[in-house]
C-alpha cells in the first residue's frame, strides 16, 4: 500500500521531497526548491500516519533510506548533497524545467 501511494505520488508531481520537518537537510533542500521557485510536493514523513511505512517503501524502491528523498520528473535522485550536486553542475534547473516545475525565466 505504502509503495503504491509513493509511487502513485511520484507519478502525479514534477517534484516530491520525502521530508522530515526537524530534519537540517530536508530543510536545505525546501529552501532551495523555495528560492528557484519550483512547485513541489512535500510529503513530511514524520507527520504522515503512515510516514513509516512510506519511508520503509521508499528505502526498499530507491535503497535510500534516509531523507529527504528527492524525485524531479519521476526520476529518483537522491537526497540533499545529490540535489545540491545538481545545482553545482548546473543540471538541476533544466530537470526541474523539464519536469514542468519551473517557469522558464528562472535563473540558476
Not at 530543510?27 to 510529503?43: E, P, Q
Not at 517503501?57 to 530507491?62: I, P
Not at 528527492?70 to 545529490?82: A, L, M, P, R
Request: charge should be neutral.
Amino acid at each position: 500500500m505504502a509503495i503504491s501511494k509513493a509511487q502513485d505520488l511520484v507519478s502525479s508531481n514534477g517534484v516530491v521531497v520525502f521530508s522530515k520537518t526537524y530534519c537540517p537537510y530536508c530543510t536545505s533542500v525546501k529552501k532551495l526548491f523555495n528560492d528557484l521557485g519550483v512547485t513541489y510536493k512535500t510529503i513530511e514523513l514524520d507527520v504522515e500516519s503512515d510516514g513509516s511505512e512510506i519511508q520503509s517503501a521508499l528505502a526498499e524502491w530507491t535503497k535510500q533510506r534516509t531523507v529527504p528523498n528527492v524525485f524531479i520528473g519521476g526520476e529518483h535522485i537522491g537526497g540533499c548533497d545529490s540535489t545540491f550536486a545538481l545545482r553545482k553542475s548546473g543540471k538541476l534547473v533544466p530537470m526541474l524545467t523539464e519536469a514542468k516545475a519551473l517557469s522558464v525565466s528562472a535563473s540558476s
